[in-house]
């Protein structure tokens, strides 16, 4: 093979790849990989994070730390908004968090709350985690009306933070009763399936952040 052609080809391989990371990748290098702070992997929410509707060890951290091999402390909190995260953020600061699966905002959604302003709370959440040394995974939820009113919001402040973005935690199990509590909490069924996409979602980044051990 000649060397123009082999550079031909080389370049022809880079533009496949590159396209390849735009449609598929996030488009950006994401923060703090792999983590300076070495505490514990931390899930930081809501009742969705807390697990409200489930039984006993079948919420989403605990499903996701069966799949990871560790275990992710969960500090979830029901009936939270973004406003009450930001005013938590300190202890979870605290204990130097390596990964912090952040979900807030449901209950901004159901309160009226503008999403500017939720993503202004969970921007300054990151911020502060970020500051840490942690790597955040932002877990997105979508607003209580026919249009998701979130979507872009959350998208643009994952992009603008360079954190791994999960669009719509409830995607898949919403209003559907196999996986549902009530109207607004998953069952068992559900929370399983929120923590194998999580687990999807982390598979390419976890080479870099190692296992969820207990810390």
Request: contains cysteine; glycine residues 12%.
């Amino acid at each position: 093979m000649s060397v123009k052609r082999l550079a031909l080809y080389v370049l022809v391989a880079g533009a496949i790849i590159g396209a390849g990371l735009w449609l598929f990748g996030p488009g950006y290098e994401y923060r703090n990989l792999p983590p300076a702070a070495d505490g514990p992997w931390i899930a930081f929410g809501d009742s969705l994070t807390e697990g409200y509707g489930a039984s006993p060890g079948n919420d989403y951290p605990a499903l996701l730390s069966k799949h990871l091999g560790g275990t992710i402390r969960n500090l979830g909190r029901s009936g939270e908004t973004s406003e009450d995260g930001l005013k938590r953020v300190e202890e979870v600061a605290k204990l130097k968090p390596r990964v912090v699966l952040l979900c807030f905002g449901g209950n901004d959604a159901l309160l009226g709350t503008g999403v500017a302003r939720t993503t202004a709370n969970v921007a300054q959440i990151i911020d502060r985690l970020h500051a840490e040394g942690s790597f955040v995974v932002l877990i997105g939820i979508r607003s209580a009306s026919l249009r998701d009113r979130n979507e872009s919001h959350f998208k643009k402040l994952a992009r603008e933070k360079q954190v791994l973005y999960v669009p719509d935690m409830l995607s898949g199990v919403a209003f559907r009763p196999i996986y549902m509590s009530d109207a607004i909490h998953p069952n068992d069924a559900g929370y399983a399936r929120i923590a194998e996409r999580l687990q999807k979602a982390l598979k390419p980044v976890m080479s870099k952040l190692g296992s969820p051990a207990e810390k």
